[in-house]
């Protein structure tokens, strides 16, 4: 069983900035890949981001050039810097165990929200 406990949400202004972590409790860290997913009140769960085990990052276009995924194998950790946040980026934010743009993985974290709003 593997826990995943994200962190970092919160409320932000137009054009500003949160990062967000997930802590996995999973001994075979280092060889997953990890994904962020997000959802939106009333959209389905949709792909924001994977890193996977080789340090390699893909991006939805939506977020492509504003968010950045990276990983910390020694703290088990991986991270979400979201810049230039727009209102649309409001969501419950969710990492994942092997997410990919394809598919999720059997894990997930609790969620943790953010808010765009001025």
């Known amino acids: 069983q593997v826990q995943l406990v994200e962190s970092g949400g919160g409320l932000a202004q137009p054009g500003g900035s949160l990062r967000l972590s997930c802590a996995s409790s999973?001994?075979?860290?280092?060889?997953?890949?990890m994904g962020w997913y997000r959802q939106a009140p009333g959209k389905q769960r949709e792909w924001v981001a994977t890193i996977t085990s080789g340090g390699s990052t893909s991006y939805a276009d939506s977020v492509k050039g504003r968010f950045t995924i990276s990983r910390d194998n020694a703290k088990r950790t991986v991270y979400l810097q979201m810049n230039s946040l727009k209102p649309d980026d409001t969501a419950v934010y969710y990492c994942?165990?092997?997410?990919?743009?394809?598919?999720?993985?059997?894990?997930w974290g609790q969620g943790t929200q953010v808010t765009v709003s001025s």
């Open positions: 994942n165990l092997d997410g990919t743009r394809i598919s999720a993985g059997r894990y």
């Open positions: 999973g001994s075979t860290f280092s060889i997953r890949h």
